[in-house]
C-alpha cells in the first residue's frame, strides 16, 4: 500500500500521541503531545501534515511560516516505519506548501546530542548555518526540552 502526505484531522489525534510517544519519550512540559496538537489546530495555518499507511499514522510533520521565513518544527517517522523515505517526503510535503506560500527560506533546528538526524537534513539539501538558537519559555509554561525539531530520522 502506497504512502500518502495530508492534512492532520482531528480523528488522526490519537494515532499521533501515540506516535510521539513513541519517538519523543523524554519530551515534557511545553512538548507535551496533546497540547502541542491543540496549539497547532489553534492557529490554523494549514501546516500540520500526516504520513498514512494502511489507513494509520506513520508519520508526521509541524511546519510554520510568518511572511518572513519557514520553519520545521517537528518530524517524526515511526521507528518500525523509518529508511523507507518516509521523513523525506514529509519534509518534501512541507517545503512545497511553504513554496506555494511564497516563502524564499526554510530554517529548522536540531538538538545537539541527536546527530543521526543531522545526517538526514545534510543529505536533503540542508546546511548548518553559524546562528546563535536562544528561546524563552513564557510565564506559566512548564520547563521541557528546548523548542527545538523534535525529529527521528527516516
Known sequence: MPITVRRYEPA????????????????????????????KCNVGDGLFFVAEKNATVVGT???????????????????TQRRKGIGSMLVQHVEQTLSELGCPKVNLQVRSQNSSIVTFYHAIGYDTEERISMGKLMAGTQRGEPDDARESPS
Open 61 to 79: 510533520i509541524i511546519a510554520g511560516y510568518d511572511g518572513h521565513r519557514g520553519w520545521i518544527y517537528s518530524l517524526a517517522v515511526d521507528p
Open 12 to 39: 488522526d489525534r490519537d494515532y499521533v500521541i501515540s506516535l510521539w510517544d513513541d519517538v519523543f519519550p523524554d519530551s515534557t512540559g511545553h512538548n507535551d503531545a496533546a497540547a502541542s496538537i491543540d496549539r
